[in-house]
Every structure is written in structure tokens, then in C-alpha cells.
């Protein structure tokens, strides 16, 4: 061997090894860099797609919306929060996550109404974009000031030095959001079809613009933008109400406004999970059961109110509900359930009642529990629960437990139409023909009768909240009424929660400053210009 | 195949005498001498070891009389022929002159009288001698009685061993061991561990074979380690495997051992049912449990109804285990070329079902001189792992939530729930870990290739290539089971609903180019020159992708995703990183008595900007041996050695992630109409400016070799302090929940003295004994950190605290009577939600630290503690006695506390369906008013949970990592089996650990995989 040419060999392949230039520049191998988007009609689509994607990871990762309602009188959770029971510290996650989310989708939704307006595209689906933006904007705001009160407003994509202001009041948020809701009424579109079924029309705008007059009592204006979307509107009241909690109901003629979901994996929704029970397709684990309160607040279906003085035990005697032997006679339970109002056997299951669940099915719920029959329908809560049958799919064939394509309504028609109600009714000094109008149709549709004549204001406001119990239940739109309303701590505070056998629980609470959610402590230690909630502090 | 015939081969060696047949010892002998004595000439056979009871090879053995020379083999064995009163001389370099009798000559001990000197230390790119030594390298020589503890891995072996390291074991997962490694504290706020570069390779510490490693090096101050630049912030550490020596016999050796574990602490939890209902109806305050049901449950399980069961889990959960290791090598060498083979096994049960751990290792290291000018080697080295999928943490929290009133596994088979109607189901841990199975298997391979050229005498150029490949496929099986209340035949609803499979797949690997010129030469006799430029090109990269099916084909741990139904999940992600560097050294000295080194690299990295991309790392160093200089000679009747010596430098870290400075828009898809859509949006708040983070490090040190060079004493001092810390402070939520962008904000000093001291001695001709400690200090201050504060659950950090100081409440006192509560409440105190409104008997008063009268969260203060320990140390002893030698290795850290509280397994806020800790047994009642523990509460509320420093645990500790007692057989013995050395040995490990802290482990509060205990019996043979 010679010495030069092995030292030459070596020399020219040093020289090959370190030729490269652009060995430094590595750009991510996931990701998509800022400065190659915004450029195309197709980003502007994909931009406004990732704001939706806010709701649908509120409503997966915090709480099933509609299982707010677990922090009211009409259903409970099987184990406790600190909502429940009136425990929570400021500093809980709950708060801080939800917060969080909120300000996500108004950034994204800033960072759309930053860029979009400048990409040369089709006018029409930029207005559209430009238009969901603003809806989607509005509709987060909406949910920071119905939970926390006033909020910080920040209406562009700011830098990290502009994220430290105080809380805009109460009117200001509101004004806000009516602005960001008209922006959006005048931009977008009423109706949408196939693959763009679930973007936000004209009429979600214009629901939530109402709402934010009713919550901001302004009952007049509210009361005629649900009027607009009333007669102009193409919603209509869909004949069958437990369709309207199916997957077979997706997209249907009343919903205004949803999350949507597919049965993928992170892309469905946990009803199966969380309202299902043991013999839907996945096993649920019923952490959310509609209480006895609720169940007990049906009418009959003639409309008069329900008591059980009106009904007997085996023995003849008056049923006596916190008496568990009363409950073990077939026959005086299932008159108990019997002519009521339909709403309560297409929303709940109760004993004696029929369930279609995995693989079709039938199975009956026996009580006391049999567990040794196969068609023996299971409660995984066994002393004595009712079971939600809402958004509970119905002979389920889905595999995927977390993941339903069960779309979840946040507005639909009968809301808007008992919004217009109670409205009109504020309004009002007494409630005219178009408020008996509006509650009647939600029941007619049910199959209820209507109202009786001759109500007086309060006695309406009474209906109309006993209505939107029963009519809404399940669908978290309570935990928001009661609030508003100011009744949430005499419904709820010192209440125990109990099985239909009269087996206590646990004691919730509700205290005063249980009104509002507290400014999250995380977010208050980093930026001290925020003022707390009272009795928060 | 392969796995089978590694397996044969260890097997082989674990009765491999009958092989030692065709490798006998030769005996070298003069053959004139061996005809020219009478009959009273015998072959005289010995041994000769050093201080420490090592063995020593290539001692030349010299009978004075017959002039006839032997030289020892390298199992320190001999064989001469000569009268018992012949006079042998032992002399081997850098080891005193001794002469013995050849009676009494079965074992020599040499002594070392250049070595400490002399010692060859490896520093970045190349080795040094341990007198010219002007930075701070601790450097750790494998031994026997090292590589043959059942340390399963190199970081659990350099526990204790070195000054300035910091290793906490923070989980014992067989196979995926934790650790936590720190080189003079922590240095950064981000990822502080230090850089390990393994024969000129960076790698990871544990995919080393401990037995293959001669030697570990850790480099602490800039001056030695500037050289790796932009990585070297947090200290190297750089390992050297072993490599056949030229010009010696093969030899075949084997070491191995097993023996037992178990965990090394369990904590007590109540186990009798019946008492754990009581508990419930107390925290709640109500009848949870009926008190008949309750007598019930005691008088039919004093019975012993098996339906009845009062379960300790942990006695049921956690077992005793076989650990075992086998290690077989082969090294040696001849002319012109050399190597070592060596071949591994290790099989470690673990203490919980379903986490065993296999792992076959093999290393070939070689090396050729192809021609006078040129030297070519190689190292081949990798492993293949199987390790069974048990997530430690989920397995902890079944155990968590279950009662003692579950049964395990009944008797025919079928799993116990609770057994309380209109109660959840419980969970069973037995269930749980029964039915996953899974598999992480792991192949890994490395490759290093390298030509080293002599253009001139004293110039010489290395090229090396090296190659790391790494593949992981993981799988596991989840299925369905069902919990029953066996009292009643009641089957809960199974969990999950559907079976599932998961696979994964990751492949990483990365390439390392360099190529270096050294220059060494000495001029006018006096001035020593060493110059060293270099450059390197690393280029690292990884891949990995996962599925997951459910409603799998059949149910018996089918592991291939074509037998599942339904898709559930797809997932796929990759990152990369590139370096190009240009290094250089020059070391300059007068006579070996001034000494001056400087060390520069200047890197260029992917992770940062193009106009923040080049960073250059100096470093500077000096020492002065005063015991050189003409008027210190007096002073060389007791020291040998006096050196003073400081350096200083800058070095730099790059480890913040591969893309942080680029802004990254994610998808975030979205449903319309049954269709998913794309949805685009920004996925983190991007920092284009960011730059390195710059350690600067000053160090001065001493370092004195006394008493014949029996004592060596090292100490030093260092001010290591970095600035332009990359971090990250909270930002406002309003941001849009984006996790908040890199910054160059903060700066941080870590300061402190390390001892290091060593004395060799002996009494007698036989007992040798070697005490070794290490001691260092690290106090940690936050020295910038944009004036602002975060705080993180119970830590907060701001300027002029240690990083991650401890904030929180203090706890005052239990209050004993509600007149105290009365009395506050009149005194206009009141109680915030913070800690859970007005308190009870009971419950725990803090202090008003802020003396507003209100107990909330503004009270929290900050603690002079965090979970870093301020103060490391370390024994070793080792003593030999003829045959006998015993080895134990000390360890611990002081001035450190860590929280462990309220995380449901140290809480006295319960519910049903949770174990409870024995110690809530002392809790306050109203008969029983403690004033250590409070009353019980439920979960749900605030009282007596916030935090504070009630839960805050003094983990200091000093564990006895390892004791190990070996007995070589007298050489005489086994040469008539044809073997050279033959040594049993007895080894415990982490059994005996002294701390007032009563978790599972000081090392780490929060629930891990136990840290275990063993014991073992091991086996050397060299033949």
C-alpha cells in the first residue's frame, strides 16, 4: 500500500461527504409552514374548517355539552365534581380548559377574518368564510359571557405583549357579539347542502343574536329576531322528537345549529359512552342519569300535572316514591309511567319500559334488576335509576365507543320558538295569542295538548320554563336558564341527589358565587389585570 | 435463529470448563534453566494483583537466582520454575519493585507508585495523561467487581461512582428504566441531561453492555468539554468499550449471576374491608356502607368465607422475581491486529406480572495495523430486546382504585368486582394486567468504521464513520373482560366494550462523519506541543407510525392488524436534525510544569435560523505543578504530586426540538355533512429568533497525590452559568390554548465544591484495602427570568430562587376545637375556596403568611427547596484478603424535598372504591385528637388538600447501592481444570437505603415501577 494514494482515497471522500450546502435547512417533516398558506381559495376553506374544530373539541374533551345539565336539578353524574357539589376552587381545570378553548376558536376565527379578505378567490365563498367567521366568533364570546361574565376582548390575532387586558364589561362583550352575529346574518347563506351541512347559516346567526338580547333581557329585540327567523326561516318542527337524538336524525328540518361528528376515531361523540348503558352497542357507563325530579315533572298526557298521591302501591295504599318496596310491584310501577307526556318514554328509560339496543334487540327494563335474563335490559347503576334514552343510539350497530356520528344540536327550532315565548312574554304585560301560539306548537308536535287560556304573565313564565325543561332536557341548555333566571341556587343548592327509590346520593351545592365561573386562577396569575368573580376570591 | 443460537452459546458458557482444554495455559519458561537444577526445582504458581484486589497481567516475574523470566497473563496468573527460597522480583511499570520468596509467592500484591499519575485519561477526541490534566474529567475504570453487578445498565452502574453526577433512578420498568442524569445540577430549564458519546459516537448510555465498558469519562468544566460545543452545556459523558490487547493470548471469559428481586419499599395500605368501609361512612359522613353489612363482612371473613376477602393487593400484585445475566467474551490479539467479542444475555422478570425483559447484546471491537503508516479498525456492536408492555402508571391506578372487599381471581376463574349493589364495578388489577399482552421488541445496531494515517511521525489524521440504526415495533392486545359480585353471581358489564389491537412501528437513526488531524511534538526538550483541528457532520432522524384496530379475529394475542375489523386510529410523525462543526485544541507545556489548553468548536445546527445558526464554543485552561518547581522539593517527603489548576469557556444548548423556530400550521379536521374536511390551523406560537442558550463555566481545582501515592485528594471549585435560556413562561390563555413560544429570557447559576479523595492501603502482606468519596454541592439560583414568575402546580420559579422552588401554603397547625374557628371568624379571618372554606375540627389551619387575614392562595410562599438535591455523595469501599475481596458502592443526596400528597395514594380525603393508606388509621376524630393528621373528608373537597408543605417530604437519603463478596479459588486449584481464574461471588443490591421519607422511593415521590432489590449468585471464569 502507499501511503499518497490511501491519503488521496481519503481526501476526495471528505470532500464527497461534506459537499453538501443546504445540509442545514430542515424543515418540519409534519407540519405546513406559516408562509405557504393563506394563498388559495382552498386554504381559506381549510382556515374557517379548523375553528369548527374548537366546538367539537369543547364538546368532546370538557363535558358532553348537553351533560351541563348534571350541574342542575334535572340530571346528575355518578361520581362527584366539584360542580356538582358546590366544592370547586378556582383553580379547577375545568374552568381554565374551558376558557382556553374558547379564546382558541376566537383566535383562529381572527386569524381567518386576518387573512382571508386579502386572497384572491371566489367572492361569494369568501363572504361565506368571512361570514362563518364572524358566527363562530360571536357564538365563542357568547360562551365566555354566559360562564365567566364580562371577558377581555380581542377582536385580531394579537402578539404575545397584547394578551394582558382587563375584562370588557357585561355590555360591551354583549354588543360584541350582536355586532359579530349581524356581520354574519348579512354574509352567509341560509341553508347548505351535502358536504357543507353543519356550516353556520344566516338563521344560527340570527338565533344567537336573539339569544344574546334575551340574555341580555333586551326582550324586544329578542324577541323579534326568533319572530324573523320564525316566519323566514326554511326550520321546521320535525314530527317525530326522538328522531331529533338519533343518528337517523342528523341534519334534520329543526336543527339550526350542531356539532357535527363521524363514527371515527376522535371524530365522534361520546353520547354512547356517557348517556348509553350496558346494552347499547359499547357498554356505556351512564355517568349522566336524568333525575327523579325531572322524571316527576312530566305531565300526564292530558296535561295535568303528575303526583304520585294519584297513585297506589300493591297494597292499595298511596305509592309512596322513597319507599323501595313500592317500586318492586310491576303493575302499580308501570301505571305510574303510562299515559304521560310521550316526550318522557322517547327522552328517558324507566321500568317496565323497552329498550332496542346492541344488535337490535329488545330488551325490557325489569325491576328490581334481573340480571340473570339475557332480554333483561341493565342499568349499570342498579338500586333504582333512570336511564337517559336521548342520544342513546337506538339498536346500535357502531363499534367505536367514544366516537358516535351522533351530530349534537346547540340550537334548534323549539328552542328558538320558546325563546320567542318567554320573550314575547317579558315583553309583554300579558302573554298575547302569538306566546300561546309558540308553546303550543312545541307541544302539539309532542303530542301534549295546549295550554290552558286565560294565563297570566308569571303563570306563563312558569309554563314556558316548565316546557323548555322537559322540551330541552339533556341538552345542557338548563344549566344556562337556571342561571339566568336567578333560580339555580333555590333549584339546586341542599338538594340531594336519589335514586327513584328515594336512596340518597349525595348533597349538591350551589353557592351564591356559583352564578358566574371563576376567572380561571392560572390565567389570573399570569396576567394580574383581570379582576375576579366575587366570591371567587 | 438468532435469538436461539445466542441463547445456545450463553448456555454453552454457563458449563464451559469442558472447552478450556484447547486454550491452556502455556507455561513460558528458559529452557536451559529448567535441566540445569536439581529435583528440588518445582513449577511455582502464583497470582499478582494490585491494591485493590484487581488482577494484574504483564507483570514481568524474575527469579533472581536462575535469571529465568516469566511475564504474569492477563488473569494476573504466573507459573515459574524455582526453590521455595528462591528470591522472585515483580516489577510492571508504574508499580513498585517487589521481591517475595518463592514459597510465599501464591499472591503478590503490587503497589501503585506512578499509576494515579500516569493514568491515561480519554477526553473529547483523544486521551490525556491524568498529571497534564488542566479541566475537571471524573474518570471511572470498569472492574470486575463493577461489571459483574446486576445493574442490568450503565446508568444504574455509575450510580455513586463519580463526583458532579447525579443519577435518580425515576423508574425501574424492566427494559425502560428511568433515569434522571445530571452533571453539576441541573444547568438549563429545559432538558439538562448530559451529552454520552460512546467510542467517539454519541448514543445512549444504556445501550452499552456494562460489561463491555473499560472506562467512563465525565467531562464537567468548559475546558474539557468545548470541544463538543453546542451539546456539551450539560456536561459528556463519554464511554470507552473494551478492545483486544496486541500482543496477548486470546482469552475466553465468562461472567454472569442470578438471583432474586423484589421491591426495594412497600408502603402499607389497609387491607381489612370491614375497617376500610368504616373509613368511607366517616369521610362521608353517613351510612355509605350499612353497619350490618359491615359486621357481616368482619365476622364471615374471620370465618374465612372466601366471599368475604380481605385482599392485600400489593402482597398479591407484587412478586419475587429471577433476574439473571450471562456475558461470554472472547479478546486478545496478535502482531498487527486485535479484538473483543462479547456476547450477552439478560433476562429480568420484573416484580409485576407481565413486564419480563430479554435482551440479547453483542459487541465486536477490532482493530488491523494494514501497514506501518495506517491503522484501521471497527466496531460492530448492537442488540436485540423483548420486553412485555406494562404501562407502570395504569397499573398503579387500578391498584389505586380497588378495595380490599375485590377477589382477585376466584376459584373458578372468574374475576372479582365490588360487591356492593348500585356501586361501580371497582377495579381489579389481576383483570387488568391478565388480559393485555403486547410486546415491545427492539433491534438496534450500531456501526463505527475508522483509519487512522501517520503522514508524518508526529502528525496523524483519523477518519471515522459511524453509523447508529435503531428499529421498535410494539404491539399490544387489549381484551375484554368482565368483573363479577360473586357474592351474587352479578357479571358487570365488560371492559372495555371491544377488543382492540395496537401496532407501532419507529425506526431512528443517525450517521456521524469526522475527520481529524493530531500533532504532537516536543521541542528543545522542554516544550510539549499538541495541536488537534477537526471536523464533523451528524445527521439524526426519525420515523414512526401506529395503528389501531378493534373487533379482532379470535381473542388469543393475534398480533397483525389484518385480523381487526374496524380501523380506529392512524397515526404517523417524523423528525430530523443536522450538525456541522469545526473543532480544535491546543495543548502547550513546559517541562510538565506550567500547562496551558485551549479548545474552541464552532457548530452549526438545523434548530435554529439561518441568521442564528452558527454558534463558537471557546474554552481556556491553565495548571501550575507547584511539586515540579525547585523550592517544593521539600515538600516531596510527603506530597507527590501538587497541581492547581483553572480553566474557563462557553458552551452552548441546542436540545429545544427540531422546529421551534419555525411557525407550524397543523390539521385539524372537521365533520361536515358525514364527511370529514381538512381544517388548517397554527399549531404553536413560533419564536424566529431564538439562539442557544450559553453555559459559561470558571473552575478552579487542586489536586494533590500523597504518601507514596497511597491518598489522593482532588478539589474543586465551579460558577457554571447559563444565560439566554431558551424557556418557556406562561402566556395568557387568550392566545388561543397555544402552548407558549421558546424565548430567550431567563439565566441561571449553578455553583458549588467537589471533593474527591482516595487512599490505598494495607495491613500485612495479605489485606489490601482501597476507601474512595466523592462529595459535591450544588446550589441552584434563577438569576433572570424576564422579572416574571411561573408556577406550576406546588412550584414556582422566579429570579433570585432555585429553579423550581417549592411554593405553596404552610401548614400551621390541626385544629382541635371549633372555639378556635369561632374565635378566628371573630377576629375577622376568613376562608377563600383556595383552601376549601371555613375549616372543622379536624381540619388543617394554615398561616395567614401575608397577614391579611384571609386564607387563600396569596399565603403560598416560596420554600428554600426543590426537588434538585443540593448535595451529592458517594462511597466506595473495596478490601481483599488472599482469595477473598468485598466491594460496596454508597450513594446519596441531601438539602432536597419532593411533594407527595393528594394524589390518591397519600390523602386522607377518601371514597369509596379507593385503597387507603394504613397511616389514615392515626387520623383526628373527635375521641382521637391528633394533632399530626387531619380528619378525614371526601375527595371532592378543598379542605385539607391545597397545597402546602404538609405534603412536602424531606427525601434525602443514603442507600447501600451495592455490597458484593467474591472468592477467587487459589489459581493452583483451577489450573487442574485447565481454567485461570475462578471466582464466585455473592452480590446485594439497593437492599439497604436509609430516609425519613416513607414513599416508594426517595428518588422519585410520584408512582413509577418500584425500584427493586437483589440478590445474586455470580460466576467469573477466565480461561
Known amino acids: 500500500m502507499n501511503k499518497l494514494n490511501i491519503i488521496g482515497v481519503l481526501v476526495l471522500l471528505l470532500g464527497t461527504l461534506s459537499a453538501c450546502n443546504d445540509f442545514l435547512d430542515r424543515d418540519s417533516l409534519v407540519g405546513l409552514s406559516e408562509g405557504g398558506f393563506w394563498k388559495s381559495e382552498q386554504d381559506a376553506i381549510m382556515g374557517v374548517n379548523a375553528v369548527y374544530e374548537v366546538n367539537r373539541e369543547f364538546t368532546n374533551s370538557i363535558v358532553i355539552y348537553g351533560m351541563m345539565d348534571d350541574f342542575t336539578d334535572i340530571s346528575y353524574q355518578s361520581f362527584a365534581t366539584g360542580l356538582t357539589t358546590g366544592a370547586f376552587p378556582a383553580n379547577a381545570a375545568f374552568y381554565s380548559a374551558s376558557w382556553g378553548m374558547f379564546y382558541k376558536g376566537i383566535y383562529r376565527a381572527n386569524t381567518v377574518l386576518k387573512n382571508v379578505p386579502g386572497i384572491a378567490m371566489n367572492e361569494a365563498v369568501k363572504n361565506r368564510i368571512i361570514g362563518e367567521a364572524h358566527f363562530l366568533r360571536g357564538y365563542y364570546y357568547f360562551k365566555l359571557w354566559d360562564y365567566f361574565g364580562g371577558v377581555p376582548i380581542y377582536d385580531k390575532p394579537m402578539n404575545v405583549d397584547e394578551a394582558y387586558k382587563p375584562r370588557a364589561t357585561n355590555g360591551e362583550v354583549y354588543a360584541f357579539i350582536v355586532n359579530d352575529m349581524t356581520e354574519a346574518y348579512a354574509l352567509l347563506e341560509g341553508s347548505y347542502s351535502g358536504s357543507d351541512a353543519g356550516r353556520a347559516t344566516k338563521w344560527a346567526a340570527l338565533a344567537m343574536r336573539g339569544k344574546a338580547h334575551l340574555w341580555a333581557k333586551e326582550y324586544e329585540k329578542a324577541a323579534a329576531d326568533f319572530r324573523e327567523l320564525m316566519e323566514k326561516s326554511d326550520r321546521v318542527l320535525l314530527d317525530d322528537y326522538h328522531t331529533l337524538f338519533r343518528v337517523a336524525g342528523n341534519n334534520n328540518s329543526e336543527v339550526i345549529f350542531d356539532v357535527q361528528y363521524v363514527a371515527e376515531k376522535g371524530y365522534g361523540i361520546a353520547t354512547d359512552r356517557n348517556y348509553g348503558n350496558a346494552m347499547g352497542a359499547t357498554s356505556g357507563s351512564q355517568r349522566t342519569r336524568p333525575t327523579p325530579e325531572l322524571v316527576n315533572a312530566y305531565e300526564m298526557a292530558d296535561g295535568t300535572p303528575f303526583d304520585f298521591s294519584n297513585f297506589t302501591n300493591a297494597d292499595g295504599d298511596p305509592f309512596n316514591p322513597d319507599n323501595p318496596a313500592d317500586w318492586n310491584d310491576e303493575a302499580s310501577v308501570r301505571a305510574l309511567f303510562a299515559n304521560r307526556d310521550p316526550r318522557l318514554q322517547q327522552a328517558i328509560v324507566v321500568p317496565w319500559s323497552t329498550f332496542v339496543g346492541r344488535g337490535g334487540a329488545e330488551y325490557l327494563y325489569r325491576f328490581p334488576v334481573v340480571t340473570t335474563d339475557p332480554t333483561s335490559y341493565v342499568p349499570v347503576w342498579t338500586n333504582g335509576s333512570y336511564a337517559w334514552r336521548k342520544f342513546v343510539e337506538t339498536g346500535s350497530v357502531y363499534t367505536l365507543q367514544d366516537n358516535m356520528p351522533q351530530n349534537f344540536p346547540l340550537i334548534r327550532l323549539a328552542d328558538v320558538i320558546l325563546m320567542y315565548a318567554e320573550a314575547q312574554n317579558e315583553a309583554l304585560g300579558a302573554p298575547d295569542q302569538s306566546v300561546y ?48 333566571w336567578g333560580i339555580a341556587k333555590d333549584v339546586v343548592d341542599g338538594v340531594w341527589m336519589t335514586e327513584f327509590t328515594g336512596v340518597q346520593i349525595r348533597q349538591r351545592g350551589f353557592p351564591d358565587h356559583y352564578y358566574l365561573w371563576p376567572i380561571p386562577q392560572s390565567e389570573k396569575d399570569v396576567n394580574p389585570n383581570l379582576d375576579q368573580n366575587p366570591g371567587w376570591e | 435463529m438468532y435469538r436461539q443460537l445466542l441463547f445456545a452459546l450463553s448456555v454453552f458458557a454457563m458449563v464451559g470448563n469442558a472447552w478450556s482444554a484447547s486454550s491452556k495455559t502455556k507455561v513460558p519458561f528458559s529452557p536451559g534453566a529448567l535441566w540445569a537444577q536439581g529435583s528440588a526445582q518445582q513449577p511455582v504458581k502464583g497470582v499478582v494483583k494490585d491494591e485493590r484486589g484487581q488482577v494484574l497481567g504483564g ?168 470541544i463538543y460545543g453546542s451539546r456539551a452545556a450539560n456536561g459528556v459523558i463519554l464511554v470507552t468499550t473494551k478492545r483486544g490487547s496486541r500482543d496477548s493470548k486470546y482469552k475466553f471469559s465468562y461472567n454472569g449471576y442470578a438471583g432474586s428481586q423484589s421491591a426495594a419499599n412497600t408502603i402499607d395500605y389497609i387491607t381489612d374491608m370491614a375497617t376500610h368501609m368504616e373509613l368511607v361512612n366517616e369521610s362521608e359522613g353517613r351510612e355509605k356502607y350499612a353497619t350490618d353489612l359491615i359486621e357481616q363482612w368482619r365476622t364471615e371473613s374471620a370465618a374465612g368465607n372466601p366471599l368475604y376477602p380481605n385482599t392485600d393487593w400489593y402482597g398479591e400484585m407484587l412478586n419475587n422475581s429471577l433476574l439473571t445475566e450471562h456475558n461470554v467474551s472472547v479478546s486478545g490479539g496478535g502482531q498487527n491486529s486485535n479484538m473483543a467479542l462479547s456476547l450477552g444475555y439478560l433476562n429480568n422478570k420484573g416484580i409485576i406480572d407481565n413486564s419480563d425483559y430479554k435482551r440479547y447484546i453483542f459487541r465486536l471491537n477490532a482493530d488491523a495495523k494494514v501497514a506501518d503508516f495506517l491503522r484501521v479498525g471497527g466496531n460492530v456492536f448492537g442488540n436485540w430486546s423483548d420486553r412485555d408492555l406494562i404501562d407502570a402508571s395504569s397499573f398503579f391506578s387500578t391498584i389505586r382504585n380497588t378495595t380490599p372487599g375485590v377477589i382477585p381471581q376466584y376459584e373458578d376463574g372468574r374475576y372479582g368486582g365490588e360487591m356492593f349493589p348500585g356501586l361501580p364495578a371497582g377495579s381489579n388489577p389481576m383483570a387488568y394486567i391478565d388480559n393485555i399482552r403486547g410486546n415491545a421488541e427492539r433491534q438496534r445496531l450500531g456501526l463505527k468504521f475508522f483509519g487512522i494515517v501517520n503522514i508524518l511521525k508526529s502528525l496523524e489524521w483519523e477518519t471515522s464513520f459511524g453509523f447508529n440504526y435503531n428499529n421498535n415495533r410494539n404491539w399490544q392486545y387489549v381484551r375484554p373482560y368482565s368483573l363479577w359480585n360473586l357474592q351474587t353471581d352479578f357479571k358487570y358489564p365488560q371492559t372495555p366494550s371491544i377488543n382492540s389491537l395496537f401496532n407501532s412501528s419507529r425506526r431512528d437513526y443517525s450517521t456521524v462523519f469526522n475527520s481529524l488531524l493530531r500533532y504532537t511534538e516536543t521541542f528543545g526538550g522542554a516544550h510539549n506541543v499538541g495541536v488537534l483541528v477537526g471536523f464533523d457532520q451528524q445527521y439524526n432522524r426519525m420515523d414512526m407510525f401506529d395503528a389501531k384496530k378493534n373487533d379482532i379475529l379470535g381473542d388469543d394475542a393475534i398480533y397483525i392488524l389484518d385480523a381487526g375489523a374496524n380501523m380506529e386510529a392512524i397515526n404517523g410523525s417524523g423528525t430530523d436534525d443536522a450538525l456541522q462543526s469545526f473543532f480544535g485544541r491546543i495543548t502547550y507545556d513546559y517541562k510538565q510544569k506550567y500547562l496551558i489548553e485551549a479548545n474552541a468548536r464552532y457548530d452549526g445546527s438545523s434548530r435554529f435560523a439561518k441568521e442564528n445558526r452558527w454558534g463558537f464554543f471557546p474554552s481556556f485552561s491553565a495548571g501550575w505543578r507547584l511539586s515540579e518547581e525547585a523550592f517544593a522539593q521539600p515538600l516531596k517527603t510527603v506530597f507527590d504530586d501538587i497541581k492547581v489548576r483553572g480553566s474557563w469557556g462557553r458552551l452552548g444548548n441546542n436540545r429545544i426540538g427540531d422546529y421551534t423556530y419555525q411557525i407550524v400550521y397543523g390539521s385539524y379536521l372537521y365533520p361536515f355533512g358525514g364527511q370529514l374536511q381538512q381544517g388548517v390551523g397554527p399549531t404553536e406560537i413560533a419564536n424566529s429568533n431564538i439562539k442557544w442558550e450559553t453555559t459559561t463555566i470558571s473552575n478552579v481545582g487542586l489536586d494533590l497525590v500523597l504518601l507514596k501515592n497511597r491518598l489522593t485528594v482532588s478539589a474543586e471549585y465551579y460558577d457554571k452559568t447559563t444565560t439566554d435560556i431558551l ?90 376545637d371549633q372555639s378556635e374557628i369561632d374565635q378566628l371568624l371573630a377576629d375577622g379571618y376568613t376562608f377563600g375556596t383556595y383552601v376549601g372554606g371555613v375549616p372543622s375540627p379536624g381540619d388543617m389551619l394554615y398561616k395567614d403568611a401575608n397577614g391579611d387575614k384571609v386564607f387563600n392562595d396569596a399565603d403560598r410562599v416560596v420554600k428554600d427547596y426543590s426537588s434538585l438535591p443540593k448535595l451529592n455523595y458517594g462511597l466506595t469501599l473495596s478490601a481483599a484478603y488472599k482469595g477473598f475481596d468485598l466491594n460496596v458502592v454508597g450513594q446519596g443526596i441531601g438539602g432536597v424535598r419532593q411533594y407527595w400528597g393528594n394524589d390518591g395514594f397519600n390523602t386522607f380525603n377518601i371514597n369509596e372504591g379507593f385503597l387507603q393508606r394504613a397511616e389514615i388509621l392515626n387520623r383526628w376524630t373527635p375521641e382521637n385528637k391528633s394533632t399530626e393528621y387531619p380528619r378525614l373528608r371526601t375527595s371532592g373537597s378543598a379542605l385539607n388538600t391545597a397545597y402546602s408543605d404538609y405534603w412536602l417530604y424531606n427525601t434525602a437519603y443514603f442507600r447501600i447501592k451495592s455490597i458484593q463478596l467474591g472468592y477467587a479459588l487459589p489459581s493452583a486449584t483451577t489450573s487442574k481444570f485447565k481454567v485461570d481464574r475462578l471466582r464466585i461471588y455473592a452480590n446485594l443490591e439497593n437492599f439497604f437505603t436509609f430516609t425519613k421519607f416513607d414513599g416508594y422511593n426517595p428518588e422519585n415521590a410520584s408512582v413509577a415501577y418500584p425500584l427493586m432489590k437483589q440478590w445474586i449468585l455470580g460466576l467469573n471464569i477466565t480461561f
Open chain 2, 59 to 226: 507483570v514481568e516475574v524474575r527469579n533472581l537466582r536462575t535469571s529465568e523470566v516469566v511475564v504474569s497473563d492477563s488473569d494476573g496468573s504466573f507459573v515459574i520454575v524455582a526453590n521455595p527460597d528462591d528470591q522472585l522480583q515483580f516489577r510492571s511499570i508504574g508499580y513498585g519493585l517487589v521481591v517475595r520468596a518463592a514459597g510465599e509467592a501464591k499472591e503478590v500484591q503490587l503497589t501503585v507508585e506512578e499509576s494515579v499519575l500516569e493514568e491515561v485519561v480519554i477526553v473529547g477526541y483523544g486521551s490525556q495523561k491524568r498529571q497534564n490534566l488542566t479541566g475537571s474529567v471524573a474518570s471511572v475504570n470498569f472492574n470486575e467487581a463493577t461489571t459483574s453487578r446486576p445493574t442490568t445498565n450503565l446508568s444504574s452502574a455509575l450510580v455513586g461512582l463519580s463526583p458532579g453526577l447525579n443519577i435518580a433512578q425515576t423508574s425501574a420498568t424492566p427494559g425502560g428504566e428511568g433515569f434522571n442524569i445530571l452533571v453539576r445540577g441541573q444547568g438549563t430549564m429545559n432538558d439538562a441531561s448530559p451529552l454520552v458519546v460512546i467510542d467517539g459516537v454519541p448514543g445512549a448510555l444504556n445501550d452499552v453492555n456494562p460489561s463491555d465498558v473499560a472506562n467512563v469519562s465525565v467531562l464537567k468544566d468548559a475546558s474539557s468539554a468545548a
Open chain 1, 437 to 484: 301560539d309558540a308553546v303550543n306548537a312545541v307541544r302539539n308536535r309532542a303530542g301534549m295538548p295546549d295550554l290552558p287560556t286565560g294565563l297570566s304573565k308569571g303563570q306563563m313564565q312558569e309554563r314556558i320554563r316548565h316546557e323548555r325543561m322537559v322540551e330541552l332536557c339533556g341538552e345542557g341548555q338548563r344549566y344556562s336558564d337556571i342561571r339566568r
Open chain 2, 727 to 816: 424557556t418557556k413562561i406562561p402566556i395568557p390563555l387568550v392566545m388561543g390554548n397555544f402552548l407558549p413560544p421558546w424565548q430567550n429570557i431567563a439565566a441561571m447559576r449553578n455553583n458549588g465544591l467537589e471533593f474527591q479523595v482516595g487512599y490505598q492501603g494495607r495491613a500485612g502482606n495479605d489485606f489490601t484495602y482501597f476507601v474512595g468519596g466523592n462529595l459535591s454541592t450544588v446550589h441552584n439560583k434563577v438569576l433572570e427570568f424576564n422579572g416574571d414568575q411561573s408556577i406550576s402546580g406546588a412550584t414556582i420559579t422566579q429570579e433570585g430562587n432555585p429553579f423550581n422552588s417549592f411554593y405553596m401554603l404552610e401548614f400551621d397547625h390541626i385544629i382541635q
